[in-house]
């Protein structure tokens, strides 16, 4: 093998410095400031509600919101526990709807927009309602389980369009390259079209998380004890409503910031990948 000399060569090293997602661009600058700001408030705030002392309902001065905090956030478990399970049901069944919208098969593609229009159409509480009441007079179906299909079966609808609007977004000659080259149809959309698919969609799919993860506290209609249920059964023992419900307000606020920027993270990420 002959040695090459760098010093007379026109090799050169290129080393690329990508943009990361920790560092913001000036795009996105302002809004990464708003974040932080709303963050460090949100932290500001739990930690005067971790050492304040207020005077509590017994007459006792003591750590009040410490004692809510303790007591709310017991229903975390049941809160992810929910939006996890509720998430990878409804991507699933949004793979299917987003196919089925883009199918040339007539009746698949019928099928798949009447389930979007339909259970976009009904409000998320009346479809949770309808599955652990109304079913449960035929069906024996436990809390957690009626949860998570209500909410897998609403977002659904809401993924089917996000994936349709997916597999839409990818240049229609890749279908028409793979085509050419022998591909089936089926295998093209396997082995072509969907991966792309993907990529388009996970910011999307990151931001559903956020909504579902909030939606999920309409569990509590049911008698889950996830946080809001656990600030609600405080309330009516102590009918501290406003120090209650701001505590919960304020745990929610700090998930839902971690996890946004968790998805403007992977977003800024891909972005820099290509």
């Known amino acids: 093998m002959a040695e090459i000399d760098p010093q007379k060569t026109d090799v050169k090293t290129v080393i690329e410095v990508h943009d990361g997602a920790l560092i913001p661009n000036k795009s996105n600058r302002r809004i990464l400031d708003s974040w932080r700001v709303t963050f460090?408030?949100?932290?500001?705030?739990?930690?005067?509600?971790?050492?304040?002392?207020?005077?509590?309902?017994?007459?006792?001065?003591?750590?009040?919101?410490?004692?809510?905090?303790?007591?709310?956030?017991?229903?975390?478990?049941?809160?992810?526990?929910?939006?996890?399970?509720?998430?990878?049901?409804?991507?699933?069944?949004?793979?299917?709807?987003?196919?089925?919208?883009?199918?040339?098969?007539?009746?698949?593609?019928?099928?798949?927009?009447?389930?979007?229009?339909?259970?976009?159409?009904?409000?998320?509480?009346?479809?949770?309602?309808?599955?652990?009441?109304?079913?449960?007079?035929?069906?024996?179906?436990?809390?957690?389980?009626?949860?998570?299909?209500?909410?897998?079966?609403?977002?659904?609808?809401?993924?089917?369009?996000?994936f349709r609007a997916g597999i839409q977004a990818v240049d229609t000659g890749q279908m028409e390259a793979a085509l050419a080259l022998g591909m089936s149809h089926s295998k093209a959309m396997r082995k072509i079209i969907f991966p792309q698919t993907i990529k388009i969609v996970l910011p999307a799919i990151g931001n559903e998380f956020i909504a579902m993860l909030k939606d999920s506290s309409l569990v509590s209609v049911i008698a889950l004890r996830d946080v809001l249920r656990r600030g609600r059964e405080y309330i009516a023992r102590t009918f501290l409503s406003l120090e209650t419900m701001a505590v919960v307000a304020l745990i929610y606020l700090i998930i839902t910031l971690i996890l946004s920027r968790l998805v403007a993270i992977i977003e800024e990420r891909m972005k820099t990948n290509g």
């Open 40 to 162: 460090g408030l949100a932290l500001l705030l739990l930690a005067i509600a971790l050492i304040a002392q207020v005077k509590k309902p017994n007459g006792e001065v003591g750590h009040l919101y410490l004692e809510i905090i303790q007591v709310v956030i017991k229903g975390l478990p049941v809160t992810f526990e929910v939006t996890i399970f509720a998430i990878i049901g409804s991507v699933f069944i949004g793979v299917f709807a987003g196919l089925g919208q883009v199918t040339r098969i007539k009746i698949f593609n019928l099928i798949a927009g009447v389930y979007v229009e339909l259970i976009r159409g009904i409000p998320l509480l009346v479809q949770l309602i309808f599955i652990y009441f109304a079913l449960g007079r035929f069906l024996r179906i436990e809390g957690v389980l009626a949860a998570i299909i209500a909410l897998s079966i609403c977002y659904g609808a809401y993924m089917g369009e996000i």
